[in-house]
């Protein structure tokens, strides 16, 4: 009675669930080239000629904005692995030769001592959530990357620089390449926003990190990925690596199974930065 031939809506219904089939389809291949092409940059980027000037890898624009951070958390939960509470630096050793760490231990902080070099944790770790904190000391001298050098590298993968860094710098006005400054991927990665607090105050990193992953012939199967929070703002977002930190060049990646984190004590002539408050929770 409705003008309508039996079984027409049927059929409509059968067409619109191949359109709507098609439509599925053509998102996943999309999905798909998206995936593939963003794996073969990542590729590229690791397998493109080595350049020999630092400046090569240096990125100035465009300058992350400033954001005034709120309040400071973070003593350990119950489940954390405490890494440094004030007390001594029996959780550390030094990176070069793995004897004990002999950063200085006063007042319930450490503090770098460029003389005996960078120290690692005694403990390797894969996957985990780190809290750390840190400190420029006042009336910091120096400027770019000579003012408050430091770093954390999240799996060290060598006794000097080698693995993976997360930097730490006083840029609290003071201008440098954008994936050079605090809480850059360094080399890699500039952050979201610049939520530094002025030297003397403490500054807090909060870090998720997802270690690559390689397959048995040593080929990468999926990247490294790190989400960092700063003095609780984000300042990176579930980024992912090209590969391990380098100065001069391309990042790569080298296979490695556990590692230990690793904390920098840089060249630079300025006075030495602090840490405190230092735990991780492990996530494999
Ligand atoms: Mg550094």
Redesign the pocket.
């Known amino acids: 009675m409705h003008g309508v031939v039996p079984g027409s809506s049927m059929k409509m219904k059968y067409r619109f669930a191949r359109v709507l089939d098609s439509w599925m389809a053509a998102t996943l291949v999309a999905a798909f080239a998206f995936h593939s092409l963003a794996h073969a940059q990542v590729l590229a980027a690791s397998n493109a000629t080595e350049p020999t000037d630092p400046k090569a890898t240096e990125q100035w624009e465009p300058v992350p904005k400033l954001v005034t951070p709120g309040g400071t958390a973070g003593p350990p939960p119950s489940d954390a692995i405490v890494l440094f509470d004030g007390r001594n630096l029996d959780q550390w050793e030094s990176s070069k030769d793995r004897s004990p760490a002999r950063w200085s231990v006063r007042d319930g902080v450490m503090t770098v001592d460029r003389s005996t070099g960078n120290i690692q944790t005694k403990q390797l770790f894969r996957n985990y959530q780190l809290h750390l904190e840190w400190r420029i000391p006042e009336g910091i001298t120096g400027e770019g ?1 000579a003012r408050g ?3 954390l590298f999240l799996a060290s993968t060598g006794p000097g ?1 080698e693995g993976y ?1 997360i ?3 006083d840029s609290w006005k003071n201008e440098t390449y954008v994936n ?1 400054q605090a809480a850059s991927i ?1 080399k890699q990665a500039a952050p979201l926003v610049n939520a530094m607090r002025p030297p003397g105050q403490w500054q807090t990193y909060d870090v998720i990190w997802t270690a690559p992953v390689f397959a048995n012939d040593g080929v990468l199967k999926t990247p490294a990925y790190v989400t960092v929070v700063q003095n609780a703002v984000l300042v990176q977002n579930h980024t992912a690596l090209a590969g391990e930190t380098v100065y001069i060049g391309k990042p790569k990646y080298k296979p490695f199974a556990a590692a230990a984190i690793k904390l ?1 004590a ?1 060249g ?1 002539p300025s006075p030495p930065i602090s840490f405190r408050n230092i735990w991780a929770r492990k996530l494999d």
């Open positions: 990357q050098n430091s770093g620089d860094e930097q730490i710098l050079g360094y920098q840089h630079d």
